[in-house]
């Protein structure tokens, strides 16, 4: 007897989110072709590392580049050093952002740093928030897209006039870009071309690349360099990072030309949702990368109870973790990934049929 | 042609240090035997980190323990947490410890944590200095061994009294047990006897136990997690440390039980180099773990070419770094590891030989 949603979510023959479980088999694929020879890198030197670095470097269109074993740590330091430059403590980033809700206040806590909150915790930060800022800021961080909304993206327009305004007010601007590939379909940009915008870039290797950990950093060489002081301090210079180095760099090869199906799938899918079922909406309603929320009228746990019954039934699974949104409703991110691909499309229709059926019953 | 004692010593048929080299083939080894169905740990939860930390909790003999992915994010969190607790800015260590000189500072610039300074740079801490000092401290590090001075021991008389003391002066004492498993021979103690004198504990994976890289911190359930809380601001929590955690608990099981082997080694290495060579001596003379330093009465480089020419004839590599130590002298540390069991004795004899002489020729 199934218990919990993610307990049936891994049971479900067609898990519909994400690439693949998160195992050992991950590194497995990568090391098994890997010549045992291959240096490590050692405290961030080393061919390894050191070529890494220079084609992501390249693929961003900046001068330099670090390998990081965290975006946590790349972020914290890019704003301090941002802040240090400029003898401010002072950034301003969204309410939502991961700095201010998921590192435990470390930017605060290690770096002393006093974030100003832009624009409300619902909507993207806009040219209006940046221009009536009254505070005297270091950096702007902007994150696209904006994850904890359901990842929503500025028109690209607005992005140019946000960036234009900063470098015309002396404010640098840093991008978040821990989706930046997922993106680019969308914008029909390069990477380059959206952090030609930015004075430094962050970039993820976990999330729609599907590699195992680790980031990169970006920006001027005398920046980067910094950089690398820094994370030392923070004992992210580890003597090793190649288990990560080499997995992501693979990962990345392999992935980058899926970001476009991996975004396609998310409207298709986000379609499915939007199809007149009762009470469940998704947010964006068309998704602008590989990702969205689904918003549901319901609890937490009356949903929890419909979706194992639906993954039963149907072998569909849609997620495996649901949140409390207040007021007597739920929600969960939907990422999409490598799995799409292998679902039939039937069996996924049924089960969105079965689910409107579920949730026309419970509403009854 | 080779150039560098780097080069030299890579190239040498029996390098006399360390384990081996430091390649993808260590992270094959681990992971070429396990079953890609186990199941990454998440943001340090997960049977694989949990079970690490409980086995080296116990290992230690503390109630709990948290996997760092290094030691300089571990230490400095503890001497954090302890100055806090005490509402105090101020901890004591060695002039030479690693928070001192190899971390860029990152205990003063990220934690404003003033260290007081016990001992002079070329001797050991003494329950004198502990005694005589003057400032209200929050945490005393002692490092055993002490690396930077060749890896010596205070007696463990004197180790128990420093204890002893700290604990009637409400000092917390926090061990730097980098290479712990490697003293314990000497003392004839195990790993949790000698922790029983600390509150907090750090040990590393990737010296004498060989893995890739990684760190435990352990002490009291209510002290490591709030070690979670800062590893989570450090950046140092990240989504899987799995490559690290799986290679270290398969490194410690096989080379725990050597580390007697590899001081025994030590011992008779340190013996070649005291046999009357002019203008070489060991520190310290008699090794009291793995390791120990060799000082030349010579500049850095004309200890390298010396050592270059006799890699060359004898197929015996020494080290591959010497460093300059001043006043026309240099030096260079020595652990011993897994290699050394494998060397000829008579060729490695015949090379210390041959190391007579070459030395003798350059004094002339």
């Known amino acids: 007897m199934v218990k919990t949603l993610l307990e049936a979510f891994n049971k479900a023959e067609y898990p519909v989110v994400g690439h693949g479980k998160r195992h050992v088999q991950v590194l497995k694929n990568t090391f098994d072709h890997l010549d045992g020879e291959i240096d490590s890198d050692i405290y961030g030197t080393g061919k390894v590392i050191e070529d890494f670095q220079t084609k992501m470097a390249a693929y961003l269109g900046k001068p330099s580049a670090v390998f990081f074993p965290s975006g946590t740590m790349a972020q914290q330091i890019a704003l301090r050093l941002w802040c240090d430059e400029k003898g401010s403590k002072k950034v301003a980033y969204h309410p939502l952002c991961h700095l201010e809700i998921h590192e435990q206040d470390g930017l605060k806590e290690l770096h002393h740093i006093e974030p100003v909150l832009l624009a409300d915790k619902d909507r993207l930060i806009t040219l209006e928030d940046v221009r009536n800022m009254k505070e005297d800021i270091a950096c702007l961080l902007l994150e696209l897209p904006q994850r904890e909304i359901g990842g929503q993206l500025p028109a690209y327009e607005e992005l140019e006039a946000i960036a234009a305004h900063c470098r015309a007010k002396g404010i640098k601007l840093h991008l978040d870009g821990a989706r930046l590939y997922e993106i680019l379909p969308y914008y029909g940009k ?66 980058l030309p899926k970001m ?20 469940i909406t998704t947010r964006p309603v068309t998704p602008v990368s590989n990702m969205f929320h689904v918003h549901a009228a319901m609890p937490k746990e009356k949903l929890e109870q419909i979706l194992i019954a639906l993954y039963e039934e149907t072998g569909i699974g849609l997620t495996g973790n649901i949140r409390d949104a207040g007021e007597g409703t739920s929600y969960y991110e939907v990422s999409l990934g490598d799995r799409y691909a292998a679902i039939p499309k ?18 009854i």
Chains 1, 2 share one sequence.
């Not at 049924?350 to 419970?362: D, P, S």
């Open 260 to 279: 476009e199906q991996y975004y396609q799938a998310a409207v298709e899918l986000a379609g499915m949702y939007n199809n007149g079922i009762e009470g």
């Open 346 to 363: 039937d069996r996924l229709r049924q089960a969105f049929e079965l689910l409107h059926e579920k949730v026309k019953q419970t509403l």
């Open 190 to 255: 390069t990477a380059a071309e959206v952090c030609s915008l930015f004075d430094s870039v962050y970039v993820s290797f976990y999330k729609g690349i599907g590699g195992i950990a680790g980031a990169i950093l970006a920006g001027e060489e005398a920046f980067t360099s910094q950089s690398k002081i820094w994370k030392r301090r923070h004992g992210g210079d580890l003597i090793s990072l190649y288990p990560y180095i080499l997995n992501a760099d693979l990962a990345f090869d392999e992935r």
